[in-house]
C-alpha cells in the first residue's frame, strides 16, 4: 500500500536500521528500485524532486507508482518530494497524492525556515501526509577539518531541538559532511559523527535524514569510464559509514547518484558492446536490471531493511 513514513521510521529507529529513499524519473528507475524492495522484502521511499516532476510529469509518475503499488501485493511504499523549495509545490504534491514532502528552507535565516516548514507541516498534517525539512548547509565543503567552518555549515544541536518543537516537522535532515553528487570528498571521506551523536542524543525516538548518500560506487565509476565516460575523480560517502549512521538516529538514506551511475553504466556498456542494436528495450532492460542489483546490495548491507515488512 501507499503509506507515510510514520511507521516504516519507527521500526527502522527502533531495529537502528535506515529505509532507502531512491530518486525516481521513470518507468524503469521506478520497476527496479520496487524489484528490489520486492525481493528484499523491504519497505521502500520513492522520491521526486521538482525536476523529476518537470521531466516527467506528475500525472505520470503517480500512475507509474499506482502501478509500482499493483504489482507489489502488500509493500510499503511512500511516495516523497524530494527537496521542495516553496510552499505552493508542497501544496501540489500533498494535493496531487503525495503521501510525505521535504520542504527544504535550509538556505533561508533559521526563523524564516521555521515559519515556512510550519506553514508546511500544518497544511501537510491536516491531510495525513508527513513532512521532512533540512537545517544546516549540505552544500560541498572544502575545508570542514576546520572547526569554525563545520559550526557555520554544519547542524547546530541545539537549533535541530528548537527547530524540531517549533515546527512539528516529522523528520529531519542534518547537514553533518555529506553532499549531492558524485564529487563529495576531495581527500579522505569525512562525516561529523560527533555532531550527529549530539544531535540524536538531543531528539530521543526522532527520525535523522541523510542527503548526499550515495557511495558512488567505483564498480560503476569505473565502468562509465572504461566505456567512454568521463567522470575522474568521483567519490561518495563509504557504506561502513551509512551503515553506522544507520545506527544513530537516521532512519532514511538519500541515494541518486548511485542511480544514475549503475544506470548510465549499464547503458554504455551495452550501446559500446552492441554498436548494431537500436531498439532501446535492449539497453534499458539491463539498465533497470543494474540498477535492481545496485538497490538490492543497499538494503541488505547496507541500510539493513531486508526482510523489515
Ligand atoms: O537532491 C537532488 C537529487 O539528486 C535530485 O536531483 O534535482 O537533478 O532531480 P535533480
Ligand atoms: P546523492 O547525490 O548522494 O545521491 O544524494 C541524493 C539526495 O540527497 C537526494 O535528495
Ligand atoms: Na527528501
Ligand atoms: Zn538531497
Known sequence: PLVTTKEMFKKAYEGKYAIGAFNVNNMEIIQGITDAAKEEQSPVILQVSAGARKYAKHIYLIKLVEAALADSDDLPICLHLDHGDSYELCKDCIDGGFTSVMIDGSKYPFEEN??????????????GVVVEAELGKLAGIEDAVNVDVRDATFTDPDQAVEFVERTGVDSLAVAIGTSHGAYKFKGTP?????????????????????????????EFVKKCNEFGGQIPGAQGVPEDMLFRAGKMGVCKINIDTDLRLAMTASIREQLINDPSNFDPRKY??????????????????????????
Open 190 to 218: 569525512y562525516l561529523d559523527f560527533e555532531r550527529l551523536e549530539k544531535i540524536s542524543n538531543m531528539l530521543p525516538d526522532y527520525p535523522l535524514v541523510l542527503h548526499g548518500a550515495s557511495t558512488v560506487m567505483p
Open 284 to 309: 534499458l532492460g539491463p539498465a533497470r536490471t543494474a540498477i535492481k542489483g545496485m538497490v538490492q546490495h543497499k538494503m541488505r548491507d547496507v541500510l539493513n531493511c531486508s526482510h523489515k515488512i
Open 114 to 127: 521555521i515559519a515556512l516548514t510550519k506553514k508546511v507541516v500544518d497544511y501537510a498534517h491536516n491531510r
